[in-house]
T-cell receptor, first 118, second 110 residues
Framework: NAGVMQNPRHLVRRRGQEARLRCSPM?????VYWYRQLPEEGLKFMVY????????ESGMPKERFSAEFPKEGPSILRIQQVVRGDSAAYFC????????????????FGQGTRLTVV | QKEVEQNSGPLSVPEGAIASLNCTYS??????FFWYRQYSGKSPELIMS????GDKEDGRFTAQLNKASQYVSLLIRDSQPSDSATYLC??????????FGTGTSLTVIP
């Protein structure tokens, strides 16, 4: 059972370009979470998605950032017109649906995408 | 008020000592609680989960949960230099949302 897969691992973009980050959740996991982490700082929640639905995007900037989790394929975090301040590590985590069950609902993380804007 | 709060540290303990990491959460109806370890430059990895009041032991790690006080802790016995990392407390609420603390940096001194 493969873990959470993120790609690319490293991404370099010039200011003004678009960055597209991909996340394939673990098999059987229907919940995807995106987090951003700046150096020496904690994880900052961005968005929580289920298949074809955005459940909570309260942590995502209103401008330039968007996320999707289509019925088929990976979840995508898209950053348009990147700026230097977008440089960070972006982590994706996935978890199974709890369906009323409390246990075995852990979230597992991918290796992250390190975005550098030059 | 933040959903999950941790003392950011840094916390330093000598090798072989017990390291104690603490976390409080604000959502009283939260049901699932987790501790993750993150080495510098790496992704967080799950080390413990706890769902019921009391203690849960796994090797050198013990998680403690007190729902009445909304408090979760992690004890690391016989601390090793390889335990030096940032430890993240996480809480899953009834809406399946995960909230993470900012992490406590632990250094185990040989």
């Amino acid at each position: 059972n493969a873990g959470v897969m993120q790609n690319p691992r490293h991404l370099v973009r010039r200011r003004g370009q678009e960055a597209r980050l991909r996340c394939s959740p673990m098999k059987g996991h229907s919940h995807v979470y995106w987090y951003r982490q700046l150096p020496e700082e904690g994880l900052k929640f961005m968005v929580y998605l289920q298949k074809e639905n955005i459940i909570d995007e309260s942590g995502m900037p209103k401008e330039r950032f968007s996320a999707e989790f289509p019925k088929e394929g990976p979840s995508i975090l898209r950053i348009q017109q990147v700026v230097r301040g977008d440089s960070a590590a972006y982590f994706c985590a996935s978890s199974p649906p709890n369906q009323g069950v409390v246990r075995n609902t852990e979230a597992f993380f991918g290796q992250g995408t390190r975005l550098t804007v030059v | 008020q933040k959903e999950v709060e941790q003392n950011s540290g840094p916390l330093s303990v000598p090798e072989g000592a017990i390291a104690s990491l603490n976390c409080t959460y604000s959502d009283r109806v939260s049901q699932s609680f987790f501790w993750y370890r993150q080495y510098s430059g790496k992704s967080p990895e799950l080390i413990m989960s706890i769902y019921s009041n009391g203690d849960k032991e796994d090797g050198r790690f013990t998680a403690q949960l007190n729902k009445a006080s909304q408090y979760v802790s992690l004890l690391i016995r016989d601390s090793q230099p390889s335990d030096s990392a940032t430890y993240l407390c996480a809480v899953r609420n009834t809406g399946n949302q995960f909230y993470f603390g900012t992490g406590t940096s632990l250094t185990v001194i040989p």
